[in-house]
């Protein structure tokens, strides 16, 4: 039972592997969604809070690309008789690889999507990607005085620039899920997102103490195809 089970395994994977099918055909993706945030800071998040992005991708090849991505949101914190809140607005340069761009793949993408079904779709475009961006400060703190002395006497401060611009490092995981076929590929994608991003300065609740800021971002959006590739 167990060599057949195994033996089922492989062939399955030999057959999603044989038939990867790309994100998109078409050089160029927009795309926009929503979802919740939450904060990891010296205060404990206060629960999922809303963002939103919008972003703009070009696919070296359909399973490699390069883009913008915005951001606006909150993130919400509390703890020991005190609380922030940070209206925040963030931007990235980054770059992502999905696993359709290490498997055996046809030349013409266009054919392929159009034979493809659609487990091989969301396996190879499952992706990580990476980048550098800015992140707006824009806090309102209201600190328990207990609080923010114990704060001070460990060597940490309360942050003068509460509406400063500092270095992120966003880190992301997630999948696209391609669906409406045409002559050139599938045109529209549903994108599924998870964004961890790093902090360098310590300052998203106000308080700078000694361990660095970070927030996840989970989302839910859709993807549109631009142009045809030559």
Do not use: C
Not at 58 to 68: A, D
Not at 85 to 101: C, F, L, M, P, W
Not at 118 to 146: E, T
């Amino acid at each position: 039972m167990a060599k057949k089970l195994l033996f089922t395994f492989f062939v399955t994977l030999s057959l999603v592997i044989g038939t990867a099918s790309a994100q998109f055909s078409r050089p160029i993706s927009i795309g926009a969604g929503a979802g919740g945030t939450f904060a990891l800071t010296d205060l404990s998040n206060d629960g999922a809070k809303f963002a939103f992005y919008g972003e703009a991708d070009y696919l070296i090849t359909p399973f490699l690309s390069v883009g913008l991505h915005g951001e606006k949101g909150k993130l919400k914190g509390s703890g020991y008789n005190s609380e922030f809140e940070n209206s925040y607005y963030a931007a990235n340069v980054n770059g992502k690889v999905r696993i359709g761009q290490f498997l055996g793949n046809s030349e013409n993408y266009s054919y392929y999507t159009l034979q493809t079904n659609m487990l091989s779709r969301v396996i190879s475009n499952i992706y990580v990607g990476a980048g550098v961006g800015a992140l707006k400060n824009r806090i309102k703190h209201q600190l328990d005085p207990a609080y923010t002395s114990s704060i001070v006497d460990r060597s940490g401060e309360i942050a003068d620039d509460r509406f400063g611009v500092h270095f992120v490092i966003p880190l992301s995981i997630g999948v696209d899920i391609p669906f409406g076929r045409t002559l050139y590929g599938p045109q529209w994608a549903i994108n599924v997102n998870y964004q961890h991003t790093l902090t360098t300065n310590d300052n998203l609740d106000g308080i700078i103490n000694s361990n660095k800021d970070q927030y996840g971002f989970v989302s839910l959006g859709l993807k549109y195809a631009l142009f045809n590739r030559k």
